[in-house]
């Protein structure tokens, strides 16, 4: 893009550093999260329906990624006293699907200035010029991009998506596989592709993979073996 101002990193990239104030005090990012997976997210503001859906629903499912080894990390370019007072209404007041009294306890940083939010392309004009998108950057350990989502302003998440991403990377990971389209925990897995004749020949023969072809191959990870696993 011309304007550098609204660049964003890529998937393998590191996460760009920053430092910022946040509901839950200072934060040094991606730093103070070193060894843990980390989920970071932005809404185009305070105060609104579609962002105080989807802070419910990251609130209640908060635990669920904690036991993933994941923090949640939020944004928006609103400021510290804007996003102490939303929350406070989200626990007091909403109750929405079967939720309520929802205390978000995950740090929601203050980016008043634009700045966290242009390095992390979260500004994108077409959209608007004042808010952020919904951008999602799942950022792993070791403080590298891994997948990155974006959302229109009108269009809240897919949670389910979203956990099944993080589960998905840690599987690739885990177990040096890749993950066919709709995996889920217990659904047979890709085998990397041979880069050799003997290892094709050897790998047809292999009882313990399904071969549609020499390149397509599968095997069986059980749901149990996969959760055994996830936030290590």
Same mark, same amino acid.
């Given at each position: %893009?011309? @304007?550098q101002?609204?660049? %964003?990193?890529?998937?393998?990239? %590191?996460?760009?550093?920053?430092t910022?104030? $946040?509901?839950?005090g200072?934060?040094?990012?991606?730093?103070d999260?070193?060894?843990k997976w980390?989920? /970071?997210?932005?809404?185009?503001a305070?105060? =609104?329906?579609?962002? $105080?859906?989807?802070?419910? $629903?990251f !609130?209640? %499912?908060?635990?669920?990624f904690?036991?993933?080894?994941?923090?949640?990390?939020?944004?928006?370019?609103?400021?510290l006293?804007?996003h102490i007072?939303?929350l406070?209404? *989200?626990?007091e007041?909403?109750?929405?699907?079967?939720?309520?009294n929802i205390?978000v306890?995950?740090?929601?940083?203050?980016?008043i200035?634009?700045?966290?939010a242009?390095?992390? !392309?979260?500004?994108?004009p !077409?959209?608007?010029?004042t808010?952020?998108v919904?951008a999602?950057?799942?950022?792993?350990?070791?403080?590298?991009i891994?997948?990155?989502?974006?959302?229109?302003?009108? /269009?809240?998440? @897919?949670f389910?998506?979203?956990?099944?991403?993080? *589960? !998905?990377?840690?599987?690739?990971?885990?177990?040096?596989?890749?993950l066919?389209?709709d995996?889920?925990?217990?659904?047979?897995? *890709?085998v990397?592709?041979?880069?050799?004749?003997?290892?094709v020949a050897?790998?047809?023969?292999?009882k313990?993979?399904?071969?549609?072809d020499?390149?397509f191959? =599968?095997?069986?990870?059980?749901?149990?073996e996969?959760e055994s696993k996830?936030g290590?």
């Amino acid at each position: %893009m011309e @304007n550098q101002g609204y660049s %964003m990193p890529r998937i393998g990239d %590191m996460a760009p550093e920053f430092t910022a104030q $946040t509901t839950q005090g200072p934060i040094n990012f991606p730093a103070d999260y070193k060894g843990k997976w980390v989920i /970071l997210f932005s809404h185009p503001a305070d105060f =609104t329906p579609v962002c $105080t859906s989807e802070f419910m $629903t990251f !609130g209640s %499912m908060q635990k669920e990624f904690e036991a993933l080894n994941c923090q949640l990390v939020g944004l928006s370019i609103d400021g510290l006293s804007s996003h102490i007072a939303w929350l406070r209404t *989200i626990k007091e007041r909403i109750d929405w699907k079967g939720m309520q009294n929802i205390d978000v306890q995950f740090p929601l940083i203050d980016d008043i200035t634009m700045n966290v939010a242009k390095n992390y !392309g979260m500004i994108q004009p !077409g959209e608007s010029e004042t808010k952020a998108v919904r951008a999602v950057f799942f950022i792993d350990p070791k403080g590298v991009i891994r997948t990155i989502i974006y959302y229109p302003l009108a /269009l809240g998440r @897919n949670f389910d998506e979203l956990k099944r991403v993080l *589960i !998905g990377l840690q599987t690739v990971d885990n177990f040096g596989v890749a993950l066919p389209a709709d995996w889920r925990p217990g659904d047979e897995v *890709i085998v990397p592709a041979p880069s050799t004749m003997k290892a094709v020949a050897k790998r047809v023969e292999d009882k313990d993979m399904h071969c549609y072809d020499w390149f397509f191959c =599968t095997k069986d990870i059980s749901k149990e073996e996969v959760e055994s696993k996830l936030g290590k």
